[in-house]
């Protein structure tokens, strides 16, 4: 097995929920009972309040710390059939030095790839830092059984993943099926190991502001380091009101135990404004200490870019161009 | 003095209608009532400030009742006291001829129960005229609906005593309000007949309240009430009503003003005017989304 | 000590185009009256800001004769269609000019210029478009076949919402062909005379808009005048009956729209995350300078512990400061006279036992400043349960029922406004039945809308503004 490198995870793993909710998983009904039993979320309202917090206005200084943080929460992604070695290799330069004009400029967070390719992100990250996550579970569908899921997860830890990034049975869930859901999250954790685990919602698919409240406070039951957007292949993919439902479930599930648990939002979030009203709503909604890669991560490609030119106009007071910044 | 062949009438004692009953004026008093030509018909009870304050008390302990009936409940007892009335139509017919000095009453009288009529129709269909759903930009839905106003006080037309009389009551119970009526001071016997019509038919008992006496006397103390919610001045005349709306004002009254000059003709149409004065827009607000 | 601190991002104060003095507006043009020109200040660091000419008793009767000979000889007999457009052009004007219109309202009022930007302003455009089009329609708005204006309006408004305020005041009015006197409140004289300029530009005909700047006696003065019609006025209850008082024995109509306790009641299954939202912009939009504020919060008892801690936490992050910083939540308080009202009432609330919590946010030096302030353990027999603050207050009440909550909402003189927080459909119609207010905000609150009628109940006033319904006012049936 290969050397791992320390993960920017660096909260506890947790396989058993929270003796606080022990009543709330001990059965299928229970669980169910938990579930149903959370405040509701009026769609409208929640759509204002994050309307309303995008109208913050970040200039300057702190403009420049969001540009830098987001860098440095990005899990730099590519999750196409015609990935390659080389096309991982590139994207890895790219993670390590994202604007090789500027040396000061932060890594990214992790290289997100498809299991198969682990090996070779792995050898381009050796020593830097920079965490490899897996996305696995028969992703992005996840219909495959329990089995092909978890030697899919074997399969990318042995190749030396730091975190994993699962798929939840969506139709299960939609079904009302929350125990079979939670039950494959478990044993999903289980076969990460030390291996960080993200727990993929697909909230495009979940339809509700309910749904995904449910779905988020289902997951972190079972055990999901972080709880996470979408897979990217659906579309709405992270919404500022699907962000700010999570990252109230993640404040909430702190209140109550006092653990911390991670958000990951993946797809859409192109532009460096759209990253820098996320980190916004992350600080209003669950407080600056999710201001940190360890429990904030944004899954992107496209993004870096805009973040480096947005950064360099800080910086140098001129506006950039695209030619100036690297395709990877 | 009775002849042989001829009876002695059994005369009736006019009283208040207060809460579904009929008590004397608490103050004990009475009034001698005569036709405009002098003839004496009845001594009808003079309310105090008192019977003022018990009116009151029971307009408002009807209120939530009659105001939360369905509509179309209000319209069937609205209905149910015009076959009352037209049960009664000789007696009002002679009533009211004898209150007015009138040779024939039977167009006012008939008119007065067509107006009941008309009005009893209306209970379950102003909020489709009055209220309506607002397209307000977001996703919201929004609507507007009629509420009555409370307690509304009217201080009824002095000589119209019938027809004038209905035609003041009935918009305000017909909206859902509750009433404590004056009825006109020199004209009030058939004001009393028509308690009785009320008292027979399914109205409950505080909607509406009748009082006779002193318009002068007993119109402050209704525009000074803080348990009432509106004042009808039409039966006032017009240069009598600046102290009562002063008074109208310590609890923002909404004020009727009435007629401007004499009585109106009351056999006109009289449009929905009457029953909007006394209802409150209420608008509503909810989020429409998933 | 916060790690990403924002940067101070402060709108232009140059957008407003502060002149050291204003004219008031009579029969078309600019003029300095014969009053005694008085100051305006910046409640936010007490700077003055300009000089406003006072409307005495000659120039209140100028603008109400000019209005006068505009009703007979020009607007009370043009044509809807004509009416209209010019309505149109003045609320594209709104439009045009609203970035200017947003910052002087915040210098002049002390708002977050976050809401006069995103509300005042383009709610007050909104309100002039939707009745420019009833202008030529009247005859089917359900107040007969031949309505009819009524002549000229007087018009009293206060300082909370300056230029929405007129807006609402004159848009309704001069669709219906009325003239109209208008008198903006002595703290907040400035936007209302740019609206006048608009007025200019939009070459509404002379005299058909007058604005009077003034204190209390111009306001009196033009609500006794003999030439007025038809009176509206939104304000304190106190002067509302003062008002209803002055126009006894009048043919004069009167509108009112006055002041409120709302009650905000927060059911055990209400989607709380937006019900905290809903309590903030309750009573913390504005200052809690709004009649119809959520000041009352009755929140069921089972979560009323889980509630004020979402609460307390979500307050901690509202930013107070600087109106013109684009980040800013709280803004300052309009006057020294209502900061004055505000401490008073509060410091009642603790001498009455309620328990007093404040938000930790530093307070500008100068200026007139309060912070977001909730009091728990409060009845009602408490004053500050059944006064009006009118400022960043919020009392907090407990209930056991929805028949507790419906007779402690109901139990208050006023009934402007209500909010009902539950998932319950049915429960929601129950409580918006029975609760005695004009508007009902069910799981939102403090929505406006120039469609949507707004006013109260019973000591919180009677008439309508906005909708279909808000024409009622100023037509003649």
């Not at chain 2, 069937?76 to 009002?92: K, P, T, V």
């Not at chain 2, 930009?137 to 409370?150: C, H, I, V």
């Not at chain 2, 004056?182 to 028509?194: E, G, I, K, Y």
Request: hydrophobic content about 40%.
């Amino acid at each position: 097995m290969i050397a791992r490198v320390h993960s920017p995870n660096v909260t506890a793993p947790t396989t058993q929920p929270t003796a606080i909710f022990a009543d709330a998983v001990r059965d299928a009904t229970s669980l169910r009972r938990f579930l149903h039993g959370l405040p509701g979320v009026d769609q409208v309202g929640a759509q204002a309040r994050a309307a309303g917090l995008a109208t913050r206005s970040i200039k300057k200084a702190s403009k420049v710390w969001a540009l830098e943080a987001a860098i440095g929460m990005v899990d730099l992604t590519t999750l196409e059939g015609a990935d390659t070695a080389g096309k991982i290799r590139s994207l890895c330069a790219k993670a390590r030095q994202p604007d090789p004009a500027d040396p000061t400029c932060p890594p990214v967070a992790a290289v997100c790839v498809y299991p198969d390719l682990v090996t070779v992100a792995r050898e381009h990250l050796a020593d830097t830092g920079i965490a490899v996550a897996s996305v696995a579970t028969a992703f992005p569908s996840g219909r495959a059984s329990l089995r092909t899921k978890l030697a899919d997860v074997a399969d990318a830890v042995e190749a030396g993943a730091d975190e994993i990034d699962m798929v939840i049975d969506r139709g299960a869930f939609l079904a009302g099926h929350y125990r079979e859901v939670y039950d494959e999250i478990v044993a999903v954790k289980a076969a990460c190991g030390s291996a960080h685990l993200k727990v993929i919602l697909e909230t495009g698919e979940l339809s509700t502001l309910d749904n995904v409240r449910r779905a988020s406070w289902l997951a972190l039951l079972a055990g999901g380091d972080f709880i996470k957007t979408s897979t990217g292949k659906v579309s709405p993919a992270a919404t500022p009101p699907v962000a700010l439902v999570m990252m109230e479930a993640v404040r909430d599930f702190a209140a109550a135990t006092g653990e911390r648990r991670g958000v990951k939002l993946a797809g859409g979030i192109r532009t460096a404004k759209d990253a820098v009203r996320y980190l916004v709503l992350v600080k209003e909604t669950a407080g600056e200490e999710w201001l940190t890669p360890r429990l904030f991560r944004i899954g992107a490609s496209s993004l870096v870019n805009d973040l480096l030119m947005q950064r360099t106009r800080e910086r140098t007071g001129v506006y950039s161009g695209n030619d100036y910044f690297t395709v990877d | 003095m009775p002849t042989e062949s001829s009876r002695l009438s059994v005369r009736k004692t006019y009283k208040l209608y207060i809460g579904g009953a009929f008590p004397r004026s608490e103050s004990g008093r009475s009034y001698p009532v005569s036709t405009p030509d002098g003839r004496f018909l009845a001594n009808a009870s003079q309310a105090s400030r008192k019977d003022v304050r018990d009116a009151v008390v029971a307009a408002r302990k009807a209120f939530s009742g009659w105001s939360g009936a369905t509509a179309y409940n209000r319209g069937q007892i609205l209905y149910r006291i015009a076959e009352m009335l037209e049960g009664r139509r000789a007696q009002f017919i002679a009533e009211v001829a004898d209150a007015e000095g009138l040779n024939d009453a039977e167009s006012t009288v008939d008119a007065a129960i067509d107006r009941w009529v008309w009005y009893a129709g209306w209970t379950d269909k102003i909020a489709q005229v009055t209220g309506s759903s607002n397209p307000v930009a977001g996703r919201y839905f929004n609507f507007s609906l009629p509420e009555p106003t409370g307690v509304v006080a009217i201080l009824a037309p002095q000589r119209s005593s019938l027809l004038g009389l209905i035609s003041v009551l009935a918009p305000a119970i017909a909206g859902g309000n509750t009433v404590v009526a004056v009825a006109a001071q020199d004209r009030p016997l058939p004001a009393s007949t028509l308690a009785e019509v009320l008292a027979t038919s399914d109205l409950p008992g505080g909607v509406i309240n009748l009082l006779t006496g002193r318009t002068a006397e007993l119109a402050p103390w209704l525009a000074g009430h803080m348990d009432v919610n509106a004042i009808d001045l039409t039966g006032v005349a017009a240069d009598e009503r600046t102290e009562l709306e002063r008074l109208a004002a310590d609890n923002v009254k909404r004020v009727f003003r009435g007629p401007e000059g004499d009585e109106p003709d009351w056999t006109a149409d009289p449009g929905i005017g009457r029953l909007t004065a006394f209802l409150e827009t209420k608008t509503v607000w909810h989020p429409v989304g998933t | 000590m916060s790690i990403w601190e924002y940067t101070p991002a402060p709108e232009s104060r140059e957008s407003a185009r502060l002149r050291p003095s204003y004219q008031m507006f009579i029969d078309g043009e600019f003029v300095d009256g014969s009053g005694t020109a008085f100051k305006t200040i910046n409640p936010a660091d007490e700077e003055v800001l300009a000089e406003v000419a006072e409307a005495n008793e000659s120039d209140v009767d100028n603008a109400v004769r000019a209005a006068r000979r505009a009703f007979e000889q020009v607007w009370g007999r043009m044509p809807g269609r004509e009416r209209s457009k010019y309505l149109f052009r003045i609320a594209r004007l709104i439009q045009e000019r609203a970035r200017e219109l947003a910052v002087l309202e915040s210098l002049d009022n002390g708002k977050p210029i976050k809401e006069s930007r995103d509300v005042d302003i383009p709610l007050a455009a909104a309100h002039f478009f939707y009745y420019a089009g009833w202008a030529d329609k009247l005859e089917y708005a359900g107040f007969g076949a031949n309505p009819r204006p009524l002549g000229v309006a007087g018009q009293v408004i206060p300082w909370n919402f300056p230029l929405l305020m007129a807006a609402w005041k004159l848009a309704p009015a001069l669709a219906a062909g009325n003239t109209c006197v208008l008198k903006p409140a002595e703290t907040t004289p400035l936007t209302a005379l740019v609206l006048a300029e608009i007025c200019q530009q939009a070459d509404l005909p002379p005299g058909v808009v007058n604005v009077v700047p003034g204190a209390g006696n111009t306001g009196a003065t033009l609500v006794a005048h003999k030439g007025v019609d038809k009176v509206a006025f939104t304000g304190s209850t106190e002067v509302g009956k003062e008002i209803q008082r002055t126009i006894a024995g009048t043919k004069k109509r009167l509108t009112l729209e006055l002041g409120g306790k709302a009650a905000n009641i927060v059911f055990d299954d209400a989607p709380l995350d937006q019900a905290v939202e809903g309590i903030v912009s309750g009573i913390f939009f504005n200052q809690g300078h709004v009649c119809c504020a959520g000041s009352r919060l009755l929140v069921q008892e089972s979560v009323a512990d889980e509630l004020l801690d979402s609460l307390k936490r979500r307050l901690g992050t509202l930013r107070l400061g600087d109106p013109l910083d684009k980040n800013t939540d709280i803004g300052a308080i309009n006057s020294a006279a209502q900061l004055e009202k505000i401490r008073s009432l509060s410091q009642i609330g603790e001498s009455e036992g309620a328990t007093r919590w404040s938000a930790a946010c530093p307070l500008p030096e100068r200026g007139f400043w309060f912070p977001p302030t909730v009091f728990t353990g409060v009845s009602q027999a408490h004053r500050i349960a059944r006064e009006e603050i009118f400022g960043p207050v919020l009392s907090v009440l407990t209930f056991r029922t929805p028949d507790e909550a419906l007779a402690k909402a109901n139990n208050t003189p006023y009934g402007l406004s209500a909010g009902i927080w539950t998932e319950k459909g049915s429960r929601i119609l129950w409580m918006a039945n029975r609760l005695r207010a004009g508007v009902v905000w069910a799981n939102t609150f403090n929505r406006f809308d120039p469609t949507s009628p707004f006013g109260g109940y019973q000591e919180s006033g009677f008439g309508r503004e906005g909708g279909r319904h808000g024409l009622e006012a100023y037509l003649a049936h």
